[in-house]
């Protein structure tokens, strides 16, 4: 049978993602270096490594069946795919945050606020949501620069350790969305391989429990 | 973008289709078409425009939003229909209402939505589908989906399966709840997408807990085949949604008897559109293809907004979307072509060709001869005459020429039809 095709997000979480699967009975070869397709083990799967943004689109199509992408991402677009299960690896939040001047100070009342962000949408939602009137500056990276510089007031982007925004003299000043890794498939797919990938589902969904156990 | 640019343009989610691909969408309409006869459906052709009221109110609020609107001269608003089932509808709760029922209905037309390509969507695309007003059972909706099966089938694939869903057992459950439209969306949302996480997150949000909160996590789970519904009924009081799983199996049952078994899924999850359907949906997938090529379900809401309440239930399919798939017939090539010609003998040689049903090519261009003819066979055409009086006619075919005479000519044209 063919194997089914499953998008791995390169960079943070790949190697995540990888360890959980091979938990779950999909182990790669330690060294897949810079393959960008590669099989796993068993044969059940097919890996593409793709750009983490890129990753719905793949499996939206149905281009992959199955695919590993962060929530943050997942809800910046408008993507039509399954999303059965939270992988608990990848955990971050996409937070507010700005110079520490501004802790406290009720936003509502701050006409003319500029907001930096590699999240448009869900930065735009937000304010909307807090009736709060904002321009929203997009940047594709560095984010955190923003304010030193004078383009922004504030920003909003993905938080893991806060480090980075200490190191720039910014501080979390709400958090938005927590996000982690989710494993997500392609409508159709799930329709047309069904027990293969409830299969997969029930098996990654078995080490994630198991590891949330581990922990506590 | 200047107006001598827009000139060469299709607007943003349009296109042409010519070639192969022209050919392909009109032998799958016709397909379709040759299939929703055969189950006695019978041809509505209805406007592409009409009064913004009565294609938007009645809508679905997603197709709401996408709809293309503008004015006519007398003010009122109007609008280019987003589907083919609201005007249906309305030709149906206005016009057909006392008509002897259950009445079969099917469609063929152009459908737009303003809304992002992507997906296979298109802004303008062709819907091709059933309508069947007047019969609420069970048998109804195992009719209109058995023709969605047969739909699926006439792409000429070999994999396709319908993924059933069933929107009152969910309606059930929540019964009681009353949660306002924006939380049933959400609620809708973090359902469809399968997500526990986000069904957990809506849950506690909208303090939904005890026996409810738990069927509702489960709905992820309750897909497969019909073992499924044992395990839902477990999960709920609810005589509503006990109802909706004795519609389901009894579906189920009537589609396995029909041998489409292997091509269902029953999904509780599938609960799109809660304001539009009040029964059964589906959506059919086929192999290769990502997305969704038919959708339907049963909305007895929907015609009383234009007249008597009837139940209805239908399907359409997407014409576009199915090409992505549909094994494309190659064209048609030409059986004869003809060089001008001021003879009668020609045009009676031609005009029998035509009354055949052969397809015949006359040269426009003044080109003749054997290279014309050569050229002409080389592009498909199977027959090319090259001269012909009212006697003689020399004929060139991929075998080689001849001569044969005007009554020989005649005689052997039949033969060339298949």
């Known amino acids: 049978m063919e194997p089914l095709t499953f998008a791995l997000p390169k960079g943070r979480l790949q190697e995540e993602v990888l360890t959980l699967l091979a938990e779950a009975g999909y182990a790669t070869d330690a060294d897949v270096g810079r393959k960008l397709v590669f099989g796993d083990s068993s044969g059940t799967l097919r890996f593409i490594m793709a750009k983490p943004s890129d990753v719905p ?60 962000s590699k999240y448009p949408r869900l930065a735009n939602e937000f304010f909307q949501a807090q009736g709060i009137s904002a321009e929203i500056i997009y940047l594709d990276g560095s984010v955190e620069l923003a304010p030193s510089v004078g383009l922004s007031d504030l920003l909003v982007d993905m938080v893991q350790s806060g480090r980075t925004l200490a190191e720039n003299d910014l501080v979390e000043l709400q958090t938005i969305l927590p996000s982690q890794a989710m494993l997500i498939v392609n409508r159709a797919a799930h329709k047309m391989q069904f027990s293969r990938i409830e299969e997969i589902v029930s098996r990654l969904s078995a080490v994630v429990e198991r590891r949330k156990e581990a922990q506590e | 973008m200047d107006s001598t640019e827009l000139r060469r343009q299709r607007p943003l989610g349009l296109t042409d289709l010519f070639g192969e691909q022209a050919a392909a969408y009109a032998a799958l309409e016709r397909a379709l078409i040759e299939q929703f006869e055969r189950w006695g459906y019978q041809l509505v052709v209805v406007p592409t425009i009409g009064y913004d009221q009565a294609l938007s109110t009645q809508a679905s609020p997603r197709l709401n939003e996408q709809l293309y609107r503008f004015f006519d001269r007398d003010g009122h608003a109007l609008a280019l229909r987003p589907d083919m089932t609201v005007p249906v509808a309305r030709l149906v709760g206005t016009t057909l209402y006392d008509q002897p029922l259950p009445l079969r209905l099917y469609y063929a037309g152009k459908v737009f939505r303003y809304e992002q390509p992507q997906a296979g969507q298109r802004r303008e695309f ?64 973090a359902i469809n997408r399968k997500s526990r996480v986000e069904i957990r997150h809506a849950l506690d949000t909208l303090h939904i ?207 060339w039809s298949r």
């Open chain 1, 57 to 116: 689109t793949y499996v939206e199509y149905g281009a992959a069946a199955l695919g590993a992408v962060g929530l943050d991402v997942l809800r910046e677009g408008r993507w039509d795919v399954l999303e059965p299960l939270g992988l608990n690896v990848g955990l971050c939040r996409l937070s507010l945050a700005g110079p520490a001047s501004w802790r406290g100070r009720n936003l509502r009342l701050q006409p003319g606020l500029r907001v930096a």
């Open chain 2, 126 to 189: 062709t819907q091709v589908g059933i309508e069947l007003i007047g019969a609420g059972s069970a048998e109804a909706d195992a009719e209109v989906t058995a023709v969605a099966m047969e739909a699926l089938r006439a792409l000429g694939v070999d994999t396709f399966q319908i993924n059933l869903g069933e929107v009152d057992f969910l309606r059930g459950i929540i019964d009681g709840l009353e949660l306002s439209v924006e939380e049933l969306a959400m609620l809708e949302q």
């Open chain 2, 209 to 415: 807990s005890g026996q409810a909160g738990e069927a509702i996590m489960a709905l992820p789970g309750l897909c497969g085949g019909l073992g499924i519904i044992a395990e839902a009924r477990q999960l709920t009081a609810n005589p509503a949604a006990q109802r909706a799983l004795d519609h389901l199996a009894r579906v189920y049952d009537l589609l396995a008897l029909d041998g489409y078994a292997d091509h269902l899924i029953l999904d509780l999850g599938e609960v799109r559109s809660m304001d539009y359907y009040t029964g059964i949906s589906f959506h059919g997938y086929v192999a290769g293809l990502g997305f969704h090529v038919l959708s339907g379900g049963r909305y007895d809401r929907l015609v009383g907004h234009f007249g008597p309440s009837l139940p209805a239930v239908g399907f359409a399919m997407s014409i576009e979307r199915s090409l992505l798939v549909a094994h494309t017939p190659t064209v048609r090539k030409l059986d004869l072509v003809l060089p001008a010609c001021d003879h009668p003998a020609c045009h009676r040689v031609a005009a029998l060709a035509r009354s055949l049903g052969l397809r015949v090519e006359t040269e426009l261009l003044g080109r003749s001869g054997a290279a014309w003819a050569a050229q002409a066979l080389a592009h498909g055409a199977t027959h090319a005459i090259v001269r012909c009086d009212g006697e003689q006619c020399e004929l060139v075919e991929p075998g080689g020429s001849r001569t044969l005479t005007l009554s020989a000519l005649l005689e052997e044209v039949p033969t």
